[in-house]
């Protein structure tokens, strides 16, 4: 895999070229910055900037400003190799706290190990409706201790919206939702991105992630997708990487409330 190259197609079909993750959101370039801007339940950042030393500092006061007259929280999604170097410290200093770091991974469709199966009793179905949405948000609540309100908004406007633009699985133990995960198609492009995915902590450790990473790229290579993207946590970071996914960069998102 050519790093350099697939960082530079990422960043440029993406980042600088990203597309609405919803209906009710829209993507605007200002100076040297994309953001999105979405309602108060969509996500609210910056996706994508290209700044030096000298204009740093005044980009970062302008999103703050635009955001804050909205009155939206929102994120700076900062990736290791984005420029200047201590743009992560002048977010710091312009008020921005910063989450745990992931890692982006990146796998091509056609090298990754897709065999995986779910282990025996647990049954794999796909999202398509508000009854499924509602299993999801469930795993999703359980597995990351996390209000579920923003996602189950995304998931159910954008399966309303454009059906063929998202991938959403539960995974089921009897009648009990036990793990489940996203995958978002990005028409235009050659990535499709990995997202959700959740194991309730009594189920962890029995392959059930790992099956429904397989799922979800099986689904990508029947649609033409060439690579798969995953913002990882060091707890999934193994099981991708066995899975034939490689490391790219890094991100961290910064969040600002006004």
């Known amino acids: 895999m050519d790093h350099a190259s697939i960082l530079a197609l990422y960043d440029r079909d993406m980042r600088e070229g990203a597309q609405p993750d919803s209906p009710d959101a829209r993507v ?8 999105q801007i979405s309602s108060g339940r969509g996500w609210n950042g910056v996706v994508w900037s ?7 500092d005044a980009a970062i006061t302008e999103q703050i400003a635009h955001f804050t007259v909205l009155g939206r929280e929102f994120e700076w999604k900062l990736y290791g190799h984005d420029l200047p170097v201590d743009l ?16 982006l991974m990146i796998g091509e469709v056609a090298g990754l190990f897709l065999d995986a199966e779910p282990p025996d009793g647990i049954r794999v179905l796909p999202v398509t409706d508000a009854r499924g949405v509602d299993l999801v948000a469930e795993v999703h609540e359980k597995a990351f201790g996390t209000d579920s309100s923003r996602m189950r908004h995304q998931l159910l406007a954008r399966l309303a919206a454009d059906p063929d633009t998202v ?8 009648d009990t939702p036990v793990s489940a995960a996203r995958m978002e198609l990005v028409p235009g492009t050659r990535f499709a991105g990995l997202w959700g995915g959740g194991t309730v902590e009594a189920w962890r450790g029995r392959g059930i992630y790992r099956a429904l990473v397989a799922h979800r790229a099986r689904a990508a290579a029947d649609r033409g997708y060439r690579y798969l993207q995953v913002d990882a946590m ?11 996914f490689e490391p790219l960069t890094t991100t961290t998102p910064y969040v600002y409330v006004p």
């Open 88 to 103: 992560g410290r002048r977010l710091r200093d312009a008020g921005f706290t910063a989450q745990p770091e992931e890692t």
């Open 234 to 244: 060091s707890t999934s970071r193994p099981i991708l990487e066995r899975l034939g």
């Open 28 to 35: 605007e370039r200002t100076g040297r910055v994309v953001r």
């Open 167 to 174: 991938v959403a699985v539960v995974a089921l133990a009897g």
């Open 50 to 56: 290209d700044l030096d030393e000298a204009g740093a």
